[in-house]
């Protein structure tokens, strides 16, 4: 084969197996159930701003979960998981209607024992977390992803003030280094060990940290839950930039900056004005700075770069767009046309 003949074929070969980035993008937006923008429309804002390649090397590194697959890997029971124990297989209820919460239970009805399947019920302003007065060795709570880990640690707070007469078990779909440090860390540090426990052993993992960790932040003996939470912050390495010889500096100062913008006009609404420059840092990269590139086929988890699920009108330089997000979700744009097709 001639030269140009051999890379049509493989130019061929990667679009199939959709490793061209265009084509597992497409495939991957394919796979979120909620409202979108098409992928080329969310590109060309990247284009009308200075910097086209950093749409591609962001799509290129979409990942969308189906939660309904998480009931065959994360959350699947074995017959020696139940043989001589009491288990109620439980989700958190809160007031979100649209949380993931009712997704998870959905699941359970149709993957446990029905009977087994019981609700917690989530105060968020009075944190309180109200488990169900049944007779059982151990309450299993089921929960879609544990990112930076603090609403899990609420939630421990909440257990430790108010513990249930049985043992609590979190099952994740997807977890973070960082999320299990923070709320193993958290446990020990509440005195719940051997009353409350992680099982990650079935989960998704995704790594977030520097690789080298201080030896006082490998388990944080001896250091508050709140300054063990911060001081892991320091060391956060963004998912999307993971593999930093194909980032520029500029690049990542844009997605930083935009970001910025995104996050202060979905915040605006939602805090102090004294409050929102620092707020609006805090979720440039995402919640964390996390700049993740996971998504729930349901839902963008906050940690996900807002490029991804905010909307607005951001500027760099001389040059200006109303951003569209690639994927929508009611509950976080304020513009509620984006809701329909055009």
């Not at 017959?79 to 809160?94: K, M």
């Not at 990650?200 to 690789?211: C, D, G, M, N, P």
């Not at 996900?304 to 760099?316: Q, S």
Request: charged fraction near 25%; proline fraction near 4%.
């Amino acid at each position: 084969m001639t030269p140009a003949a051999l890379a049509r074929e493989i130019k061929q070969h990667f679009k199939a197996e959709c490793l061209d980035w265009r084509a597992h993008a497409q495939a991957e937006i394919k796979k979120f159930d909620g409202p979108q923008v098409t992928l080329e429309t969310w590109l060309q804002q990247f284009s009308s701003l200075g910097f086209p390649k950093i749409g591609q090397k962001i799509a290129a590194q979409l990942r969308v979960m189906r939660i309904t697959d998480l009931s065959h890997v994360a959350f699947a029971q074995k017959p020696a998981d139940i043989f001589g124990i009491g288990r109620a297989n439980c989700y958190v209820a809160d007031d979100d209607e649209g949380g993931s919460w009712a997704e998870i239970k959905s699941l359970l009805v149709h993957g446990v024992e029905k009977s087994t399947v019981m609700a917690l019920h989530w105060d968020k302003k009075a944190k309180t977390l109200i488990f169900p007065d049944v007779p059982v060795d151990e309450f299993v709570i089921y929960e879609d992803g544990l990112w930076s880990g603090s609403e899990a640690v609420r939630r421990l707070r909440a257990i430790a003030a108010n513990p249930p007469d049985a043992n609590v078990v979190f099952r994740f779909g997807v977890v973070t280094d960082f999320g299990l440090r923070v709320v193993r860390q958290a446990i020990r540090s509440l005195n719940l060990s051997g009353k409350v426990r992680v099982d990650a052993s079935a989960s998704e993992t995704i790594t977030f940290l520097e690789k080298e960790l201080a030896e006082h932040l490998q388990l944080g003996l001896s250091i508050a839950p709140e300054e063990f939470y911060s001081a892991l912050h320091n060391h956060v390495k963004p998912l999307a930039f993971g593999i930093t010889d194909d980032w520029t500096e500029e690049e990542t100062v844009f997605c930083e900056r935009v970001g910025d913008q995104l996050a202060r006009n979905w915040l605006k609404s939602r805090i102090a004005p004294e409050e929102l420059a620092d707020k609006a840092t805090l979720f440039a990269l995402g919640a964390g700075r996390f700049a993740s590139t996971v998504i729930f086929s349901r839902s963008v988890p906050k940690v996900c770069l807002p490029l991804l699920w905010l909307d607005g009108k951001v500027a760099h330089d001389t040059k200006s767009v109303q951003w569209r997000p690639l994927f929508i979700d009611a509950r976080r744009v304020s513009d509620q046309s984006l809701l329909y097709l055009p």
